[in-house]
């Protein structure tokens, strides 16, 4: 009776874990990631290209509407050359259907990169999330 005593207490002891080291670690680990965090930051000053601030919505998929923009600027919807108003036109009624279909931006190399931004913006505004932006495999 002496020895089943000695085993159940044996076990009882094993059942605590002492969790202070692991406490200790994540401590640790949280001053350094604290202090590291800040140098990690970049210090090259840029002129970001602007953007309106618009929530997005989820949208599901068909086929593609592809979007190109040519190296001059000139915005293309499919394969018919259209202005920057007639573009925010196009994207409204296609906001509008029950299932819009995803778009695909296709933008020349050369372009500024400001004008891929309003073409973007004008996409986000209209709520039209899925988008594919295409580019060169090398």
């Excluded at 906001?95 to 050369?110: G, Q």
């Excluded at 004008?122 to 999330?129: F, P, Q, S």
Aim: hydrophobic fraction near 45%.
């Amino acid at each position: 009776m002496a020895r089943s005593f000695r085993n159940r207490k044996s076990l009882d002891a094993i059942s605590e874990l002492n969790i202070t080291p692991l406490m200790d670690l994540a401590f640790s680990l949280l001053i350094i990631f604290m202090v590291t965090t800040p140098l990690l930051e970049q210090s090259i000053e840029l002129k970001l290209p602007q953007q309106d601030a618009i929530a997005n919505a989820p949208v599901s998929t068909s086929d593609f509407q592809i979007i190109n923009v040519d190296s001059n600027g000139r915005i293309f919807w499919g394969k018919q050359e259209v202005d920057f108003s007639e573009l925010n036109s196009l994207l409204r009624a296609m906001a509008l259907e029950a299932d819009p279909a995803p778009i695909s931006l296709r933008c020349d190399r050369n372009i500024l990169f400001q004008k891929v931004v309003d073409v973007l913006d004008a996409i986000k505004r209209n709520n039209l999330t899925k988008l594919h932006i295409d580019t060169e495999v090398k």
